[in-house]
């Protein structure tokens, strides 16, 4: 994984509408451009991004497929 900065890679809005173009209202946002917050997000906003983050870049499709579906053993399809 190349070398960033918090700086790049954290980006903080004011209020939930500047995360998103979707009208969806959101505390947290992971994308190819990083994790975005809402300022003043609530508890666990960020370690919820960061899982995102961490899941997104340091597993292939593979291996996101396999803890996918090892998850699903354990937990049930939580897709609905």
Avoid at 63 to 70: Q, Y
């Amino acid at each position: 994984m190349p070398q960033v900065s918090e700086q790049d890679l954290v980006h903080i809005h004011r209020g939930l509408g500047e995360i998103n173009n979707k009208g969806i209202a959101a505390w947290g946002l992971f994308n190819k451009t990083g994790v975005h917050l809402a300022d003043g997000a609530m508890t666990g906003t960020v370690y919820h991004e960061a899982f995102h983050l961490s899941f997104w870049m340091l597993n292939n499709k593979t291996n996101r497929i396999s803890i996918l579906n090892d998850a699903k053993k354990i937990w049930g399809n939580l897709d609905n």
